[in-house]
């Protein structure tokens, strides 16, 4: 074993992480049930909701990068989603085969009636937490994915 120990930040980010994995696996399977009924799944619902929170539209990698994945995966689930008519995909002028990605009348829709259900069941989730705590879990959250995409980027 190496002689290298764990501050006590290193170990309580540790234990952060490991839960981080777990919630991460139980929030997409309560997304899979959740958003069944629409035709959705998590990773589909997670793309919808890239799209429409983006400022304006972007390529399939700007998204893969912004919601940390490989830009495959998204491709694969845009190109489903782009055969339901549920997005569709706009010329680039900044890149002739790196096409733009928008949703479609049926997409905002969709998207739409997937936040109407998750709604009620975030809130129920969250009763009793106080929001102060909610915040700080957020706020640490994002200073870590922050410092893995520097690391990445260095």
């Known amino acids: 074993m190496a002689d290298e120990q764990w501050s006590e930040a290193g170990e309580a980010v540790t234990a952060l992480i490991l839960d981080v994995f777990r919630l991460n696996g139980r929030l997409q399977l309560a997304g899979d049930r959740l958003v069944a ?28 990068r912004n919601m940390g994945v490989h830009r495959q995966g998204v491709q694969r689930i845009v190109n ?6 549920i997005i569709e995909l706009l010329p680039n002028p900044q890149h002739k085969r790196a096409h733009l990605v928008v949703l479609t009348s049926k997409g905002q829709e969709v998207y739409e009636e997937a936040i109407a259900l998750q709604v009620p069941w975030v809130n129920d989730l969250s009763e009793g937490l106080a929001v102060d705590d909610i915040t700080t879990a957020q706020e640490v959250i994002s200073l870590l994915r922050e410092r893995l995409l520097t690391a990445s980027n260095s």
């Open 37 to 64: 009924e629409l035709g959705l799944t998590s990773a589909r619902w997670q793309i919808l909701g890239a799209l429409a929170q983006a400022e304006k539209p972007e390529s399939v990698a700007w998204h893969a």
């Open 80 to 85: 489903e989603l782009a055969n339901e008519g």
